[in-house]
């Protein structure tokens, strides 16, 4: 078992930053690749950002590229969203996840460990 426990949401006007963690509490976290993904109301979970095992790989949604950047810190079992320039369409529920195997994926059904979310709202 992984439990991931996000922080870092709040509430910040369009063109501000925050920087969302997700810290995990197992030991063998480098053996897992990670993604963050983003539920708006009414809206299904769309991938965000993914990052490999050794922070080495990463990937990102179109609509964030640019602008988030996904960054891991194994020695602190803790997953990293640098989010920049946001805009009001980046508000949702953002959720960390893990997937076991050192590849990325933007699939997230292929994650077999999920956080409980932490609200971003971006106001205009």
């Known amino acids: 078992q992984v439990q991931l426990v996000e922080s870092g949401g709040g509430l910040v006007q369009a063109g501000g930053s925050l920087r969302l963690s997700c810290a995990a509490s197992?030991?063998?976290?480098?053996?897992?690749?990670m993604g963050w993904f983003r539920q708006a109301p009414g809206k299904e979970r769309e991938f965000v950002a993914a990052?490999?095992?050794?922070?080495?790989?990463?990937d990102y949604a179109d609509s964030v590229k640019g602008r988030f950047t996904i960054s891991r810190d194994n020695a602190k079992n803790t997953v990293y969203l640098h989010m920049n320039s946001l805009k009001p369409e980046d508000t949702a529920v953002y959720y960390c996840?893990?997937?076991?195997?050192?590849?990325?994926?933007?699939?997230?059904?292929?994650?077999?460990?999920w956080g409980q979310g932490t609200q971003v709202t971006v106001s205009s």
């Open positions: 990052i490999g095992w050794s922070g080495g790989s990463t």
């Open positions: 996840a893990a997937r076991y195997g050192r590849s990325w994926s933007p699939d997230r059904s292929e994650y077999n460990y």
């Open positions: 197992r030991r063998t976290f480098s053996s897992y690749a």
